[in-house]
C-alpha cells in the first residue's frame, strides 16, 4: 500500500476499513466503503455521499455568505411549493365534502371520502409532545443537567426548552411540536458520558441554536414540499412481485401488469420530484447547521466544537 499522496505527495491518512485519504490536498476524500445491498443500494449511496462532499466543499468555498439569515432562492422556491401544495389539499378536501354533502349515490360519496382520506394522509405533521419524549426520560427542571441548559440558553440568547428528555441514544436532538409549539431538547446519555464538561456545553449549544434561530419554523413552513411527493410515492409503490408471483393469468395478469406499469410510473415521479425538491433545499439545511455550530462556539469555544464534531463523527462506531 502507497503511503504518499499521488497527486502531492503528503502523507496518507488510512483509518480501519476506509479508503486511504490525503488531508493536505483532499486526495480521494470522496471515496467511501461499500454499502450493503444490490447494486442499486450501492450506487444510490455511493451517489448520496458523493453529492454531499461535493456540497461541502462548496459550502466552505460561500465563506461568510454561508452565515447569512437573508432567505435563500432555495428557501423560496420551498415556500412556493408548500404554499400550493398546501392550497391544492384544501381545495381537495373541499372537494370531498361537497360530494359528501350534496352525493345523493354511493360512488360520489365514497370519492368524497377517498379524497378527504388523501387530503389527510399528506397533511404537515405538527408533531405530537408524546411522539417526541416517547422512549426517554423527562428530566425535572431542577436537575443538573436542566441547570448547565439553562445557563448556556441565557449565555447564547437561546430560548430555553420546555422539555428535557433523556434517552439510551449516540445523539442529541431539538425540535418544537404540537400546536402549542413545545421545544423539546433530547440528550443521549451515552453520548454526554463520553464527552467532557466543555464538549457537553458544545453539544448542547449546537441544539440550542436550531430553538435560536426558529429551524423547526422553517421546517414547518417548508415540510408540504419537502414531505407530499415522498409519500405519494410510497402510497404509489405497489408490493415487489409480478402477475406469475400472485398466481395470475389471462385477462387479470394483464390487468395487473398495466396497473404496475402505471403506479410504477407515478412513483418514480413523484419520488424525483421529491429528490429535486430535497436537493433544492439541502443548502438550506447545510446553513442551518452552521447557524447552530457557531452557537456552539460562542458557548464552548472553538475548539471544543470541533472536538464534538469528531466525536459526534464516531458515534456510530461507539454505539
Not at 11 to 40: I, Y
Not at 60 to 67: D, N, R, W, Y
Not at 74 to 101: H, P, Y
Not at 150 to 176: C, E, F, K, Q, Y
Request: proline residues 4%; positive net charge; hydrophobic residues 50%.
Amino acid at each position: 500500500m502507497q503511503n504518499a499522496c499521488p497527486e502531492c505527495a503528503g502523507d496518507l491518512t488510512v483509518f480501519e476499513d476506509a479508503a486511504p485519504w490525503c488531508g493536505r490536498c483532499e486526495w480521494n476524500l470522496d471515496a467511501f466503503a461499500p454499502v450493503d445491498g444490490g447494486w442499486a443500494a450501492r450506487a444510490v449511496a455511493r451517489l448520496d455521499r458523493r453529492a454531499g462532499f461535493r456540497a461541502g466543499r462548496a459550502l466552505v468555498a460561500l465563506g461568510e455568505s454561508a452565515v447569512s439569515r437573508r432567505a435563500t432562492a432555495g428557501f423560496v422556491v420551498l415556500v412556493a411549493v408548500s404554499v400550493l401544495l398546501t392550497a391544492g389539499l384544501l381545495v381537495t378536501a373541499g372537494i370531498g365534502v361537497w360530494l359528501i354533502a350534496t352525493g345523493r349515490l354511493l360512488p360520489p360519496i365514497l370519492l368524497g371520502g377517498v379524497l378527504i382520506g388523501l387530503a389527510v394522509l399528506l397533511r404537515p405533521r405538527l408533531g405530537r409532545l408524546g411522539h417526541a419524549v416517547d422512549g426517554g426520560w423527562t428530566l425535572p427542571a431542577d436537575s443538573a443537567v436542566a441547570a448547565l441548559v439553562s445557563r448556556i440558553a441565557d449565555a447564547t440568547g437561546a430560548p430555553r426548552p420546555h422539555v428535557i428528555v433523556a434517552d439510551l441514544r449516540w445523539n442529541a436532538s431539538a425540535a418544537v411540536v404540537g400546536l402549542r409549539r413545545t421545544r423539546v431538547l433530547r440528550l443521549g446519555v451515552p453520548l454526554l458520558l463520553a464527552l467532557d464538561d466543555q464538549h457537553q456545553v458544545a453539544v448542547i449549544g449546537h441544539e440550542l441554536g436550531h430553538l435560536k434561530h426558529d429551524d423547526s419554523l422553517r421546517t414547518l413552513v417548508t415540510m408540504p414540499a419537502r414531505t407530499v411527493f415522498g409519500r405519494l410515492a410510497q402510497y404509489t409503490t405497489l408490493p415487489p412481485g409480478d402477475a406469475v408471483d400472485r398466481g395470475l393469468e389471462g385477462v387479470l395478469a394483464l390487468a395487473y401488469s398495466a396497473v404496475q406499469l402505471v403506479m410504477g410510473t407515478l412513483s418514480w415521479l413523484f419520488w424525483t420530484l421529491h429528490l429535486g425538491l430535497h436537493l433544492i433545499g439541502a443548502a438550506e439545511q447545510r446553513r442551518a447547521e452552521i447557524h447552530a455550530d457557531l452557537i456552539a462556539a460562542r458557548a464552548a469555544g472553538h475548539r471544543a466544537a470541533l472536538e464534538s464534531l469528531d466525536v459526534l463523527a464516531l458515534a456510530s462506531r461507539l454505539s
